[in-house]
């Protein structure tokens, strides 16, 4: 089975510090991506990779960094974190087509 | 672009009714289509998908979509819905081809199940 992990699912973090959400994805897949889940708004992208060290932005990159230094590990990055950043944080990865998601990480930005 | 919409935010039915959550999409070129789930505080699983073939999918538990080109739409369809049913679904496309599997979701339609 696809397994996606990310590092935490629940954070709590205070307005201007730098957070760090990792993903990680056990299945060599090529594409990785980030979206953020609002109520009413679906699944938002965030960002994407299509290869260690390449990334794209996708819709709403404003406020967020990403990394990706080996194949299997995609982080985002919240610079300075900010209230309207309260969100659910999804990875998932992909060959292509379908994608593997991990379990999300609820994080709270106070 | 792409795009896609689900016509229904919410949709509540009672147990062992039948059920359809409507989705449209828009592109310009050849589509895959995808129906995902996601139960209460987990990630999205796939429901099922269609990439080409034959334009009725169907899942291992009793939910089904039909792809109609005409009228850009991917419904999901059950005959008859239990109480475990019950979570937000979210349809989804992805242009054919080399995307880098790029999906854009609709809003997600939220089916409650009454007993």
């Known amino acids: 089975d696809v397994k996606v992990t990310q590092s935490s699912r629940y954070l709590v973090k205070r307005t201007g510090e730098k957070v760090f959400l990792e993903c990680v994805q056990d299945m060599d897949h090529e594409n990785m991506f980030w979206y953020r889940q609002d109520p009413g708004l679906g699944l938002r992208l965030i960002y994407f990779s299509y290869d260690v060290k390449m990334k794209e932005k996708g819709d709403i990159p404003e406020g967020y960094s990403v990394s990706r230094e080996k194949k299997e590990r995609f982080s985002l990055i919240l610079e300075s974190a900010s209230t309207n950043q309260t969100s659910m944080y999804l990875c998932a990865s992909s060959p292509v087509g379908e994608q593997f998601f991990g379990p999300g990480t609820r994080l709270t930005v106070l | 672009a792409q795009s896609v919409t689900q016509l229904d935010s919410q949709v509540p039915v009672f147990e062992e009714a039948p059920v359809e959550l409507r989705c449209n999409y828009s592109s310009s070129v050849s589509v895959y289509l995808f129906w995902y789930v996601q139960y209460p505080n987990q990630g999205l699983q796939l429901l099922l998908k269609y990439l080409s073939g034959s334009t009725l999918v169907e899942s291992i538990n009793g939910f089904e979509a039909e792809f109609n080109k005409s009228q850009t739409s991917f419904h999901l369809r059950k005959p008859s819905v239990h109480i475990s049913d019950t979570a937000e679904y979210f349809c989804?496309?992805?242009?054919?081809?080399?995307?880098?599997?790029?999906?854009?979701f609709g809003q997600g339609t939220i089916l409650t199940v009454h007993p």
């Open positions: 989804a496309v992805s242009r054919g081809g080399t995307s880098y599997g790029k999906l854009t």
